[in-house]
Structures are given as C-alpha cells and as structure tokens.
C-alpha cells in the first residue's frame, strides 16, 4: 500500500506463492510475482458471477482509494478464464468479463474515486499480481521502488533492499537460519539448502521458496 490507495490481498488460508519473473510496465520493474492458490470466492462459496458479490476468500486483490487517481495495476491471467475488475460491486466496463487467448502479464490502468474500493479477480482460476503504481494528484507512488523485494532464482536468494537494513532468514519451524545486514539495493544470498524460508526484514515478513 502506498498513500492515496490501500491494496489488500484475498483471504483463507494457503492462498500465495511466489514466482520469480521480472518484468517491466510503465518505466516500473517488478522482479517478482505473487501467485494464488484458492480461487476466489465470496462469503458463501459462490462465484462472482453467481451472486453478484465481490470475493472475500482466495486470490483476488482488493484497493480502497483515499483520492481520485489512475491505478495501474500489473496482474498475471491464465488463458480462457473469466476475469474481472469489479468497483464496489459493479463491474467496470470493459471487464465483466474479459478473456485472453494465452497466459498474459499485462499492466491494466484504471481510474479510481475516492471512497470506492476496486478488486481484480479471475473466476475458477488464480490471478497473479506483479505490483501496482498509483497515480494520484499529488504525483506517482511506485512501491516498487520503495518496498522491500524478496524473490529466488537458480537456488539463490535475493533480497532488493530499500534502505540500509537487517535481514532474518528462517526455517519453517522457526530455526534462525541466517541474520545478515542488507545495503540498499540488490543483496545476494548462495548456499541455503532447497526449501522454504521466512525472510524478516523489519517488521516485513516474506516467504521465499528456494
């Protein structure tokens, strides 16, 4: 989340993994993709289509608007699903539904309205969101320049630091696996035998799959 907009990711359990792909949208670069589990649903199990009610469980992501603005949002969306971007629980012209013909990594803009919340889900499938810019009018928020990233690839564990900081690696069951300090920008961390890990940074917690 970043001022001006709140992004609030599906509920339930088991519901996100992580990919490790780079791509880049509107001069912002994410390196990393957040992937569900669930499909999405709302509180009683019923599609969007169905009831007419915006999910609460599964992988779908939810952004409340403090302030008028365009939001960009980056999503992965497997082909032939149904997907939507919803305003409270309306969906918006143009995407009730849509369909893609292959697997798409695509940035969708959209304006938003104060006071309104906006989801983008897909039906029966699980989209994937790479990360978000908002543009409000005070100027660009990009969060994926100020966040903290922690994704894998070919067995090493990367963490892009914001700032200078202290990194925790542990186990699943809570064995403290690694304490190293970041420098701001990309650190890079060999030699952690496969399995998944809880990086702390802060008071951010990741899991990364190694």
Same mark, same amino acid.
């Given at each position: 989340s ?5 992004l609030t990711?599906?509920?339930g359990?088991?519901?996100w ?10 001069k912002?670069t994410y390196?990393a993709?957040l992937?569900?589990?669930t499909?999405p649903?709302d ?5 969007f ?7 609460t ?10 302030v008028?603005?365009?939001?960009d949002a980056?999503i992965?969306?497997n082909s032939?699903k ?5 305003e ?5 012209? *143009?995407? %009730?539904? =849509?369909?893609v ?5 695509a940035?969708?803009? +959209?304006?938003?309205? /104060?006071? !309104?919340?906006?989801y983008f889900?897909s ?8 990360g978000?810019?908002?543009?409000s009018?005070?100027?660009t928020?990009n969060?994926a320049q100020t966040a903290n990233?922690v994704y894998?690839?070919?067995?090493v564990?990367?963490?892009k ?6 990194a ?7 064995k403290?696996?690694l304490?190293t300090?970041l420098n701001? *920008?990309? %650190?890079e =961390?060999?030699?952690?035998?496969h ?5 702390? +940074?802060?008071?951010? /917690?990741? !899991?990364?799959?190694?």
């Amino acid at each position: 989340s970043v001022p001006g907009i709140t992004l609030t990711l599906g509920g339930g359990t088991n519901v996100w993994s992580v990919s490790d792909s780079t791509f880049t949208f509107d001069k912002a670069t994410y390196v990393a993709g957040l992937n569900g589990n669930t499909n999405p649903v709302d509180g009683n199990g019923k599609k969007f289509s169905a009831s007419g009610v915006p999910p609460t469980v599964g992988a779908f992501y939810k952004f409340d608007a403090a302030v008028d603005g365009t939001l960009d949002a980056a999503i992965i969306i497997n082909s032939g699903k149904n997907s939507y971007i919803v305003e409270d629980a309306t969906a918006l012209i *143009g995407y %009730n539904p =849509f369909t893609v013909a292959v697997k798409t990594y695509a940035s969708y803009s +959209i304006p938003v309205k /104060t006071g !309104k919340s906006y989801y983008f889900f897909s039906e029966a499938s699980k989209m994937g969101i790479m990360g978000f810019v908002f543009k409000s009018q005070t100027g660009t928020v990009n969060p994926a320049q100020t966040a903290n990233v922690v994704y894998t690839s070919a067995g090493v564990l990367y963490i892009k630091s914001a700032k200078a900081d202290q990194a925790v690696v542990y186990d699943l069951l809570g064995k403290k696996i690694l304490s190293t300090k970041l420098n701001e *920008g990309l %650190n890079e =961390f060999s030699g952690l035998a496969h399995g998944s890990y809880i990086v702390k +940074i802060g008071i951010e /917690t990741t !899991k990364a799959v190694l």
